[in-house]
């Protein structure tokens, strides 16, 4: 079957076009093809897929084979393969995922393909319940958090998928060692992602990240929607402005507004091959 190994700004995975047909055990066939030793190797795999809501259908499985509700820099790359294929139009699509259904702009190059892609992630859910954690109230705002031993403070949002963000250098870090200790603390039921954050300035964010099911990452579109949210929140960057994260792989710009908060960044194809599943 043919694959598109594509990425958003370092955060690689291996892409299928599901669009006439059905990969059967695509958890498995994530786990497998993600090896970046003995396989084609990626932070996981996602398919585009037919939708009868929207243009079409995103379906995310991390490297450890577990299924994600939403993968920011993913979409940007399903509108970008879903536009290049033929299967939308114009400079706009809508992508269903299990966080909701997602509205993409497009920035096409010279020829025609998108290059960048701005969409709009939804609103950002604070209610500590809600990540899901065990925290109450309507927000977790800078709250203590213990984690192997250490006070942290942290800062929840959920942006489809949960994430924990705290405002620490991230230079230096043992990501390795802490990264886990975050993702299966009991206080996430269904486990988190961790942001660890600089404010370098004003409206200017430096991050690493830590993805459930797939450890540390080049980048997290998600994550630095979270991250800019959690900016806001503790007064560190201004809402209705455009924040920069800096991820490893790259940049990102978010805006968190009274009703949504917008992505925007590349979307990019690497290669394309063929693989025997």
Known sequence: MKFYKMHGIGNDYIYFDCMNGEIKDPEKLAVRLSD??????????????????????MRMFNADGSEGKM???GIRCVGKLAHDLGYVKGEKCTIETLSGIKTLEFTL?????????KVDMGAAILRGEDIPSTFKGEKAVDEPLTVDGRLWRVTLVSMGNPHCVVFEDPDGLDLASIGPSFEYSPSF?????????KVEKRNVLKMRVWERGSGETFACGTGACAAAVASVLNGYCDKDKPITVKLLGGELEITYTDKTV???GPATLAFTGDVEI
């Open 109 to 117: 190059d010279g020829k025609g393909k998108v290059a960048f892609a």
């Open 36 to 57: 970046r030793h003995f396989s084609i190797g990626g932070d996981g795999v996602i398919l585009l897929c037919p939708s009868k809501v929207a243009d079409c259908r």
């Open 189 to 197: 039921p269904e486990r988190i992602n961790t942001e660890f954050v």
């Open 262 to 264: 917008y992505m925007y």
């Open 71 to 73: 993968c920011g820099n």
